[in-house]
């Protein structure tokens, strides 16, 4: 897998999102509920916008000098026994760890859940080199089974439901059992166990990496990212370049707003830091420790105005309060990441080519920006891309430029503007029904096949401000 995912076009995908009422249902029941939660979350810590606004400077700062923490990092990892590899690109990420499976003579690989080793594709590149590649977090599991791909930044496996679990745990695994969620996860739980002891190398993401002291950091709630890190002998972490903090303090503040931006909670179950190998006298731990750091397109947004959609610390909560992923689901995107930041961040790292529709996805409402806890301003950056797509890539349809050029001179023409708003109502009442249109002509057909459409009022607002002045006159 890739930051890009499956061949279909943007069309298909949303009629898919939109025509999975279960999706939709699942969805609008989470984003009330992680919004609920984030709200309460953030009204408990009583000045919400001072932590969103130190937030804000921390990431800031890191970012305007990566290289500085970066380096410090390196020589932390290293001082600690570990081993420290920077990857321009995928490729050579995923090289740098077929590698070490070659080396270690791997058969199996258990990783915890990490959103860029599926942006760079590790799991088909370690199969590719022989390896059993088995994802550990629950969530991921199941898809890993359904070979499916993740739907959602914090909940990957949102979209399904617990009949469909089952399913795909008897059609892949052989289970027996019901379909009662604590059944279900501890049969995922005994099958794992299997895999942690079997593990010759555990590979995990990170959340952040501490500069000063060469710590990786993890946060979950299953526990499963420590048993990656603590039963095989050989540990990779891979991290994206900007995932990187100054210092524990730091740390504090974003783990802060993370934990309680992604799903309202004060604190996960595990934040788990890993600092280099196992020392003599330490029981568990790796022997071998290596941490990958992928810029894989991420260092040409450093100095660009894009710069602070490397701020983002993957909450989720831009998702969770944005109303098109409600309607379209995580698929919808066609990118790994997926809602207000995919938009944003996708065509970044992977180019407009193939993501050029992704900045549409949105109607700039701003719940995301408002929602980002390190104050990513969302909207803007959509806006920008819409425009680099249209005055820069040229990438807009004829019949597009077409329309927007009928509309500029319709609009900058005040006689024309003036008797089309007269007309629209009578024009438009074959499709009116109870003051709104439900299948619109023209231009207005994409939109009236989804939703509804206001029809035009009764009164035009210059005919009743003309009124009013002329009331006011007597
Ligand atoms: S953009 Fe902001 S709200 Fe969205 S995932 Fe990143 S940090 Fe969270």
Redesign the pocket.
Known sequence: MSIKIGQKSYGDRIQDGLSNSFMRKAVSGAQGRFRSGRLKAAEELGDWEDWRTLGEEIRSHTMENLDYYLHQLSEQVENRGGTVFFAKTAEEANEYIQEIAKKKQAKKVVKSKSMVTEEIGLNKALEKSGCEVVESDLGEWILQLDEDPPSH?VTPALHKNKEQIRETFMKKKGYTGSDDPVELAAYAREQLRQDFLEADIGVTGCNFAVAESGAITLVTNEGNARMVTSLPDTQISVMGMERIVPTWEDLEVVVS??TR??VGQKLTSYITALTGTRLEDEVDGPEDFHLVIVDNGRSKILGTEFQS?L?????????N?CPVYRHVGGHSYGSIYP???GA??TPLLDGYEDHKDLPYASTLCAA?TE??????P?HEHLIRHREIIVEREKMTTKAEKMMMMGFAKWASTPAAYKLSTKMARTTLKPWTKDEYIEKGPGPMKGWTEQRDFPAPSKERFRDWYRQREQRSDH
């Open positions: 930044i707003l993370l931006a992604a959609a701020h983002c610390i993957r909450c989720a909560a831009c998702i309060a809602g207000p930041i944003v961040l995301c929602a980002c806890p390190v104050k990513i969302l």
